[in-house]
């Protein structure tokens, strides 16, 4: 090696790498940089800060060129990410379109992205639930995937961890299959919310309707305001960004305190291409990068690498990563990689009327609202489908507007609304079952713009997740019908798999090496300096919202992995 | 991911008598000046007059007064298809030819009453592409009228942020009272 090289490598070397600067991302950069790290964070994307690249996040209502809408231009071009509810001309900015970043659908599938420093963080809808050890014991129990290697008590006080930090609104429900955090004072419900809460109660001693538990600041704590965050102030355009820090994004909180430490290099513009893996270290040294504006490919190296990318990008990553070791994707001895993914189903829905409370009604928005935990083969396997789904409910008054005729009886009456009666509406979160047959691989044709391989995604649904779409219709009208709602419809939206983006697993966490790709610190079998604590390391998918577990296990990991540095086994 | 579905649901439910709440939509004159001319301007005098028709200038201003129609023209630009904006070119220009009919002169040069009667006469036209364009323009009328900065600021009581949440209030006088 010549001297230059050696320069190069120098200045290229950090303590550790972390690929993504989402959610998962994010809070490892958080924890190693304040563990003292030298850390640099790479991101594909561009840097979005803080305020500042919040272009909509105080544009009014009517200074939108086409009210929100999308031009058809866009719709056309974008087929995909159109189908997101919350991609329209306040946040398009924060979606990955279509033709910049094409993947192979050998079955369809919705891949929603979000390639920008914060990752999918900005848009989220902060919905925040811990799993139970129903969820860890789950598969162990009826046997469709493969053990956890951890169960509820080994992460029960990171979450706590990252709550207090994120700031979590939730109320303390006292359920085992949703076990209580960190909260601070819950949002508020409405009256036929509580009515359809009691009527449940009333009739079913194993459901439940609580508020949901939301990454929403409702009460500062001086963690909050060292962040420079204050709180939430009820507009619910949070997709836009938000300039009080009023919900967690990277963007507002674990990347402006990362970098606070000094520790942190943040590059963004930086798509990763794979991991360099050292056969005679037997371990990953460092990073290839493709630089997207010069195009050209550099390398950073470091003792620990942290593999945050979403889900379906890390494993493209550990795919793209070979080496004669390593010839099938990076750690993956067990030939498991890229399979066993699985996703949550949110294809069906219901709405309703009540025609009770016309007394009261709302006044104000809340960014949240009232969830049901999973009830369904909880205690036993009760159903002809394995495991379960929760599910969302609201209720809510709409103004109505006689809206007849024209001139100036149609004027008076369209400012003279009505308040119309109350809907209720729920949609289910169902958990699937990560299968073999579900797997993601590397096209060997095709390129993306930055000469990787194209993802190839290949998901479905199962007869198990019909089976559970007609059960959560079932119930649910039953509990709607004991509620006393009216005029009840169903829906079966049949939207492509990826759509409710909780795509999970391929690179997933177990006991044996042989059967699994990460162990119990979510730390590569037979890489031990690699470590993935996104959605590619989830066993199983559960029925919960995903990502306060991602934070979890990142915080966990990052503890891990430096104590373990610092022993010298790294 | 829930609130907007359940939103939907809830507008999706009842039809076209709910809409979502005025805080998702509005414009102002300013943001939709139009990159390119889209409609002759006989079709966009039509199309102003039509407005006006629908929402007239009372003790408040009229569709007219705020531009609506240049809303509409932004909207109908940008967001339609091919077909629906040939429909809709094709419906302001039957618009016009039903006003020389019954009185002789462009829909836009017409009395009130003129006007309004032939908008009558569309409303109840057999012709299905005719009707498609009446509730097209009135639809987007209505839109264009209730998310305009005049009226969502001084008309209604737009609150950018509430600042809260209160699940169980009694129902205002206003809103409560049945408008017929
Ligand atoms: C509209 C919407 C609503 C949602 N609602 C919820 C909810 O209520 N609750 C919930 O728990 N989850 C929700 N989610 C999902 C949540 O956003 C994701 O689970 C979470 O962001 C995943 O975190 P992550 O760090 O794995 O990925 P991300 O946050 O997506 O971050 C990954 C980052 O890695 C970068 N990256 C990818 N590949 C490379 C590469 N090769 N090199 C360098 N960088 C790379 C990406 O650009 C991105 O910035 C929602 C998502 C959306 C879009
Ligand atoms: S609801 Fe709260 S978090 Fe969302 S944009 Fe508003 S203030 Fe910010």
Redesign the pocket.
Not at chain 1, 123 to 128: F, I, L, N
Not at chain 1, 308 to 311: D, F, G, L, R, S
Not at chain 1, 545 to 548: A, K, R, V
């Given at each position: 090696m010549s001297y230059f090289n050696i320069d190069a490598q120098a200045q290229n070397t950090y303590d550790a790498i972390v690929?993504?600067?989402?959610?998962?991302?994010g809070w490892s950069a958080k924890e190693l940089t304040g563990k003292g790290l030298r850390t640099l964070v790479?991101?594909?994307?561009r840097d979005v800060r803080h305020i500042t690249d919040y272009p909509t996040t105080m544009t009014q209502p009517w200074e939108f060129e086409h009210r929100g809408q999308l031009t058809h231009e866009m719709k056309e071009a974008n087929p995909i990410i159109s189908r997101?509810?919350?991609f329209y001309e306040g946040t398009h900015q924060f979606f990955v379109k279509d033709a910049e970043h094409p993947y192979v659908q050998e079955k369809p599938f919705d891949w929603?992205?979000?390639?920008?420093?914060?990752?999918?963080?900005l848009?989220?809808?902060?919905?925040?639930q811990r799993w139970s050890d129903f969820d860890f014991d789950g598969p162990a129990r009826d046997g469709f995937a493969v053990d956890w290697p951890i169960r509820y008590a080994d992460l029960a006080p990171w979450y706590s961890y990252v709550e207090r930090f994120a700031g979590i609104t939730g109320n303390k429900d006292g359920l085992p299959n949703l076990p209580d955090g960190e909260f601070l004072p819950p949002h508020e419900w409405n009256c036929v919310e509580k009515h359809f809460q009691k009527e449940v109660a009333k009739r079913y001693k194993d459901r439940h309707v609580i508020m949901g538990r939301a990454a929403h600041i409702t009460q500062p704590q001086p963690i909050h305001f060292q962040q420079g965050r204050a709180q939430c102030q009820h507009r619910t355009i949070c997709?836009r960004g938000c300039p009080f820090g009023g919900y967690f994004s990277s963007n507002a909180s674990t990347i402006p305190w990362a970098a606070k430490t000094g520790k942190l290099t943040l590059r963004p513009n930086?798509?990763?291409h794979s991991i360099i893996y050292d056969e005679q270290k037997g371990k990953a040294t460092g990073v290839r990068v493709v630089d997207t504006e010069t195009k050209q490919m550099k390398e950073y190296y470091a003792r620990i690498i942290f593999l945050?990318?979403?889900?379906l990008?890390s494993n493209?990553?550990l795919l793209n990563s070979t080496s004669r070791r390593f010839p099938n994707g990076l750690g993956n001895d067990s030939g498991t990689l890229g399979k066993y993914v699985a996703f949550h189903n949110y294809r069906a829905g219901i709405s309703a009327e009540f025609d009770g409370n016309l007394d009261s009604t709302t006044d104000g928005r809340r960014p949240n609202s009232p969830y049901i935990p999973r009830f369904r083969n909880l205690y036993k396997q009760e159903t002809d489908f394995l495991r379960g789904y929760a599910a969302g409910f609201t209720a809510g008054r709409a103004t109505k507007t006689n809206q007849e005729g024209f001139g100036a009886d149609l004027k008076n009456n369209l400012l003279n609304p009505t308040l119309g009666g109350w809907h209720v509406g729920s949609h289910m979160m169902g958990e699937t079952i990560p299968k073999e047959s579900s797997y993601v691989a590397l096209d060997s044709n095709l390129k993306d713009p930055f000469g990787i391989p194209q993802l190839k995604i290949n998901i479905g649904y199962d007869d198990n997740d019909d089976k559970m779409v007609k059960d959560y219709q079932e119930q649910m009208t039953e509990m709607f019908t004991a509620a006393g709602f009216t005029n009840i419809r169903l829906r079966d939206d049949h939207r492509n798999p990826g759509l409710d983006?909780?795509e999970m697993g391929g690179v997933r966490m177990g006991k044996d090496p042989k059967t699994s790709m990460l162990n119990k610190w979510n730390q590569l079998h037979a890489v031990k300096n690699v470590f993935v604590t996104?959605?590619a390391s989830m066993t199983s998918t559960s029925t919960q919202?995903?990502?306060?577990t991602?934070m979890a296990m990142s915080a966990r990991s990052a503890d891990y992995a430096v104590k373990e540095m610092k022993k010298g086994l790294l | 991911?829930e609130r907007r579905s359940a939103l939907k649901t809830m507008a999706g439910a009842v039809g076209g008598l709910i809409s979502l709440p005025a805080w998702a939509t509005g414009w102002t004159p300013e943001t939709v000046s139009l990159s390119r001319q889209f409609f002759s301007p006989q079709q966009e005098a039509v199309l102003a007059a039509l407005t006006e028709t629908i929402i007239p200038k009372t003790d408040t201003p009229g569709a007219r007064e705020l531009n609506v129609y240049q809303f509409i023209q932004k909207v109908v630009a940008d967001c339609y298809d091919k077909a629906s904006q040939t429909k809709f070119q094709k419906g302001l220009d039957t618009a016009d030819e039903l006003a020389k009919k019954s009185f002789g002169k462009s829909f836009s040069e017409g009395e009130p009453a003129q006007q309004a009667a032939v908008l009558t006469q569309m409303s109840q036209s057999g012709d299905p592409d005719l009707k498609a364009f009446y509730s097209m323009v009135k639809g987007l009328t209505i839109k264009g009228y209730l998310n305009s900065e005049y009226v969502m600021t001084n008309l209604t009581n737009f609150q950018f942020m509430p600042g809260h949440y209160y699940g169980c209030v009694p129902v205002p006088a206003k809103t409560g009272t049945k408008s017929d």
């Open positions: 690929i993504g600067s989402g959610i998962s991302g790479l991101e594909r994307g997101c509810y919350a929603i992205r979000g390639y920008q420093v914060g990752g999918k963080s848009m989220w809808a902060r919905q925040t997709e930086s798509v990763v945050n990318a979403a889900a990008n493209l990553v983006i909780h996104d959605g919202n995903p990502s306060l991602y | 991911m």
